[in-house]
C-alpha cells in the first residue's frame, strides 16, 4: 500500500514542485540510509578530494622551481577555484530539471586529465590551464553528488551529508602527506602517478551512476503546500545571505591556513617544509573530524545551534594561534579544525532546507561559494603577504570567525511533519 506523500515544514510559502521521487527512492527512505552508496560516494569525494589538495600542497615545489610570489601562488588557486564555482550553480540547476547519471563519472575524467597536464607543464599560464581543469572535475562532482547522498541518507540528512563531507575532508588532508612521500622526493612529474587515483574514482563513480538511474528515471510529481510556521520568502533571502556570509567567514580562515600554513610555519619556526606539510596534515585531519561531526549534532540538536556553536566557538583559539609557539600551534589548530569545520554541513542541510523544491542549484551555490571564497581569499591574502607578511596576515585573519554573530538572523525552522 502507498503511503501518502508527507511535505516537511521547510519549503517555501509558495506551492513547489517535488520531483525525482521513486519507488525505489521511497523504499530506501523506510529502510535508512544506503549506507553502500554513502560510502561509495564519501569514498569518491575522498579521492576527489586528495588530488585537488596536491595543488597547495605542491605550491612550495611550483614557487621554487619558477621563482614565484605569493601573489601568483594565489592567482593558481584562483583558476582551479574559479571554474569550479562558475560552474557549480550551472550544474547544479541544470540537475535540478534533468539529472544526468553518469555525470560524475565524465567530470571525474577531467580532473584525472588536468593531472597530467599539472605533472608535464612548464609554464605557469600551462600551470593555470591544468588547475582550471581540475576546478571544473569538481564542479560537475559536488552538486550530483551531493543530492545522491541526500538521496541514500534514508531521512537522516544531516548524517549522510557527513559522511559526505568526511571523505572530502580526509582527502583534503592527505594531500599534504602525499606530496611529502612522493612529490616532494620525486619532484613535479610524480603527480602524474595521482592520475591513477582519477581513474579509480571514474570507475566508481559509473557504478554509483548505475545505481542512481533507476531513482530517476520514473519521475512522480506532487505538489508541495507550505508549513503554517515555514518562514516567509523575505526571511528565506535573509538567512541565505546570512549563510552566505557564515561561509564565507568559515571558508576565508581555512584558506588562509590550507594555502599558507605551510610558509607560515617555515618562516616563523624555520622548520622544513616536508615537517610543515605534516603540520598541515594535522590541522586537515581534525577538519575531517570535525566536519563529520558536525551533521548528526544538527540532526540532534539542531543546526541553528550547531552554527552558533561551530563559528563562534573557535574565535578564541583562531586570536590565540598568531602568538602561540609551535607545538601551541600545532594543538590549537586541531581545536579550530575540530570546531570550526563542523559547521559545514549543517550550513549546507539548513540552506537544502531553506529551499527545497532547487536542491541541485543551492548545493553548487553553496559548494561553489566556498570554492570561490577559498580561491578568491587565497588570491587576496596572498598579495597582502606580498605586502607585509605572513603572521600579518594571520592576526588579520583570526578575526574572520566573529563573523557568525550574525547566526542571529537565521530563522527557527520547525520540526518536521510526521
Not at 575532508?169 to 612529474?189: E, R
Request: aromatic share 12%; net charge positive.
Amino acid at each position: 500500500m502507498n503511503k501518502p506523500v508527507v511535505v516537511s515544514e521547510e519549503e517555501l510559502t509558495e506551492p513547489v514542485v517535488v520531483s525525482d521521487v521513486t519507488p525505489a527512492a521511497k523504499s530506501t527512505a523506510a529502510a535508512g540510509p544506503a549506507y553502500v552508496v554513502l560510502a561509495g560516494i564519501s569514498f569518491s569525494h575522498f579521492l576527489n578530494d586528495t588530488m585537488q589538495s596536491l595543488i597547495a600542497s605542491v605550491y612550495p615545489i611550483l614557487k621554487d622551481t619558477y621563482a614565484l610570489d605569493f601573489a601568483q601562488i594565489g592567482m593558481i588557486t584562483l583558476a582551479f577555484q574559479f571554474t569550479a564555482s562558475l560552474l557549480q550553480p550551472v550544474v547544479g540547476h541544470y540537475t535540478d530539471k534533468k539529472a544526468q547519471p553518469y555525470s560524475l563519472s565524465i567530470g571525474m575524467a577531467s580532473t584525472f586529465f588536468g593531472l597530467l597536464l599539472l605533472s608535464a607543464a612548464q609554464q605557469y599560464l600551462v600551470i593555470l590551464v591544468a588547475a582550471a581543469l581540475v576546478g571544473l572535475g569538481s564542479a560537475v562532482f559536488h552538486p550530483e553528488s551531493a543530492r545522491i547522498a541526500r538521496l541514500a541518507s534514508g531521512g537522516r540528512y544531516g548524517f549522510a551529508q557527513s559522511v559526505f563531507q568526511l571523505g572530502g575532508s580526509f582527502g583534503t588532508s592527505m594531500g599534504p602527506v602525499l606530496a611529502a612521500l612522493i612529490v616532494v622526493p620525486f619532484g613535479q612529474g610524480s603527480i602524474a602517478w595521482f592520475s591513477s587515483i582519477a581513474f579509480l574514482a571514474i570507475l566508481i563513480l559509473w557504478r554509483i551512476g548505475r545505481w542512481y538511474e533507476p531513482q530517476i528515471k520514473a519521475k512522480t510529481t506532487a505538489v508541495a503546500h507550505a508549513h503554517p510556521d515555514a518562514p516567509g520568502t523575505r526571511r528565506v533571502v535573509v538567512a541565505l545571505l546570512v549563510l552566505v556570509a557564515l561561509l564565507f567567514s568559515k571558508q576565508l580562515y581555512v584558506s588562509s591556513l590550507s594555502s599558507y600554513y605551510i610558509f607560515y610555519l617555515i618562516d616563523r619556526f624555520g622548520v622544513s617544509t616536508q615537517a610543515a606539510q605534516m603540520y598541515l596534515f594535522i590541522f586537515l585531519a581534525a577538519n575531517a573530524v570535525g566536519a563529520f561531526l558536525g551533521g548528526p549534532l544538527g540532526d540532534r540538536f539542531g543546526r541553528k545551534i550547531v552554527i552558533w556553536i561551530s563559528i563562534l566557538g573557535a574565535l578564541p583559539f583562531t586570536l590565540a594561534l598568531p602568538y602561540a609557539g609551535l607545538y601551541a600551534s600545532a594543538v590549537l589548530s586541531v581545536i579550530i579544525g575540530l570546531i570550526i569545520s563542523s559547521t559545514t554541513s549543517s550550513i549546507i542541510v539548513f540552506a537544502q532546507e531553506l529551499v527545497p523544491h532547487r536542491f541541485g542549484m543551492i548545493s553548487g551555490v553553496f559548494f561553489g561559494v566556498a570554492f570561490g571564497i577559498g580561491g578568491l581569499g587565497a588570491a587576496v591574502l596572498g598579495k597582502l603577504a606580498d605586502h607585509t607578511s605572513i603572521e600579518f596576515v594571520y592576526q588579520v585573519c583570526a578575526y574572520l570567525p566573529a563573523i557568525g554573530l550574525l547566526a542571529v538572523f537565521l530563522p527557527k525552522l520547525p520540526r518536521h511533519a510526521r
